[in-house]
């Protein structure tokens, strides 16, 4: 096992800070500076190939690994768990490329790249999230030539948006559209919140943190620059609204958090859980308890320390 | 006998084209075309398939930049503008709100993944209405308008047959009150029955929302129904002009005689 | 201004039309050359000669459905002289929706239009309000005698006698300073032709202005103020 941890040391070494090459970084960081310096415009880079396919982060970790230092303390998270795989394998890559600090505490990070969800502790001024973004075109689905959505954005053309939310209310009487809910930033540029429930749409409007969103098989990064305004879009007599659940959290008893179900047999026999782990984890240790405090999910969720 | 208003003067032309020409490298699409449309007005190019009837169309409606040539609108923001002049924020702008364009297969004009209702609706999005309710009902107004059955509203455009799609295209390129509307064969791929009803509703909510229109066919019937002055184009340049019954009843040059003389009679 | 009661309300001079046949070798037609006449007020002229010398022509010159080839056609309109061979296109259909009326044998109108709407039609385009224009839509559709239950469905199934019933509607429900009748009682039975008769005469009394082309005599004698051979200005082929 030494020879092979020492080959593996040895592999480590041969990478430069944090994966990529220097180039390359200043290349994204350009692009990062181009995307903070115009909110929610959408810019094109030039992707590399990352050591994970496509859709499992790439953007993300180029955007991390382009603003990331040794004294940065990172976490990673997916659909609000920092335990799952992709989240623990991203985590390691930085704890081994970039030598960080890593952690599942929302107040200790400094960088948290998040696939599909914004942590329910409020961010602070100083943190960066990074958002992994499948489609970075909120028009895409409407309107299938790049050249015309480009026009639409440049020439602030955002009709077409509605008509999504206009069908979603021809079907449904209601917004339906849950994740991925569009957004105007700064009155300006329609963009796309990636998919994020809509519950945490609001948590973007006049954040403190800085949000980095990397799309790397899409070749675009965007950004919502610290405490700029975020608004979901809507009708005037069908505004904007959140998830809510009439359950609270099975384990913390959390009654403003965003909720998973969780099916637990054939019987029909399901409970409501904190997506995000950490926080719902960090409201047991308080002392906090929901209806089934006793239950095995709540005591599996300590494995990963990496 | 008197109680009737007279003297109304005559307005000034709503479109005035001048010395128009779009070349495709040493190819004449169309060449040197001038003409004026009045408000109210309905002007019928006609051509066969190659004249260079749709790429005047094109032109015209900003879709493609000519090669020399003006076109001088009267448009409700700016006054009278060089449309091709206009930067293409303003041309889209002015595409978006005063123009409309019923293309002849519906598949161009309307956006086939979202419901007739929405496909109608867009026009008042893309102006900036923000009320559902509001625009709910004005697209089951214009559905009813163009005599489509207002509870398929919700379908998609690919569940109604090409007569109706063709309707949908029309109230959807109505709906935001334009001044002007393009139409390129708007009843070419439908059959003949259905091609005539089409054509009436047509001419009455021309008239009703006094619209000017220039329409585009190779049709002569569709062109003595429609419009009330013609222009006939041969490879590319317009070789007669007037009012729709003198080109028709008294055509003068060789090639509208030819195109007259042409049509079935029935 | 003072004999403006009295002044032609259409006016020819020298006309001459030829039709040039580009399908047939560019065959030349030369119909007539050097044509003059005027109608005054409260005449009707009526356009004689036999078939094919060009009564229909000059009739479709009047109206400016032909083109001319050399020569003028002044037509008063709004109190002014207006040279239908020079007009632009907006000039002429106004000249047509206010001042020059015409009834052709044929009715040719808009499919699926109702009648009531037809005869609406002229007095609408000229900003008569809706239910003044039906009120007298209704009268005139009467006094022709077309039955009523017919006056809500388009003219397109109706006989020939009633089209042109329809047709004379369209062209007598408001008075136009000038009317040109294209063979206008051709498919009417006595009694109708009776009335038509009597809707031109009371035209002519208030002043208007006529061009007639009419192949029944009795028609013919009972309106004609004057005669006009139009052989006469017959072209040298």
New interface residues.
Partial sequence: MSTLADASNRETSLYNFAYLDEQTKRMIRRAILKAIAIPGYQVPFGSREMPVPYGWGTGGIQVTAAVIGPDDVFKCIDQGADDTTNAVSIRRFFARVADVRTTEATDEATIIQSRHRIPERPLENGQIMVFQVPQPEPLR??EPRETETR?MH??E?Y??Q??????N???YGRIAATAGYPVMIDERYLMSPSPIPKFDNPKMDMSPALLLFGAGREKRIYAVPPYTRVRSL?????PFETQTWEDACALCGAKDSYLDEVVLDDDDHRMFVCSDSSHCATRRDAGFTGPMSGHELARGEDGDTA | MNREPENVPEPAPLLQVDGLTRMFGHVTGCRDVSFELHPGEILGVVGESGSGKTTLLRCLSGKLTPTAGAAVFDSRRHGPVNVFELS??DR??LQ?EEWGFVHQNPRDGL?M???G??NV???L????D???????QATVDWLSRVELDIGR??DKPRNFSGGMQQRIQIARNLIHAPRLVFMDEPTGGLDVSVQARLLDLLRELVRDLDLSAIIVTHDMGVARLMADRLLVMKDGCVVETGLTDQVLDDAHHAYTQLLVSSVLQI | MSNDATAPLIRVEGLAKRFTLHQHDAARINVFEGLDFEVRPGECVVLAGPSGVGKSTLMRCLYGNYLVDCGHVLVRHDGREVDLVSATPQQILGVRRRSLGYVSQFLRVIPRVPTLQLVMEPLLENGVAADEAECRARDMLGALNLPEEHWGLPPATFSGGEQQRVNIARSFVRRYPILLLDEPTASLDAGNREIVVRLIREALAEGAAMVGIFHDEDVRNAVATRTFEVAQYRAAA
């Avoid at chain 1, 509605?162 to 069908?167: A, D, H, K, N, W």
């Avoid at chain 1, 809507?234 to 069908?238: G, S």
């Fill in positions: 689905g409407l026009a440049a020439y053309e009709g077409l509605y008509v999504s939310l206009y069908e209310v021809s079907a809507d009708f005037e007599d069908y | 293409e924020q889209r702008r978006r956006r993944r979202v419901s209702g929405a609706a867009e026009p999005m893309n102006l900036g923000r009320h559902y309710g509001r625009m709910r509203v919700d």
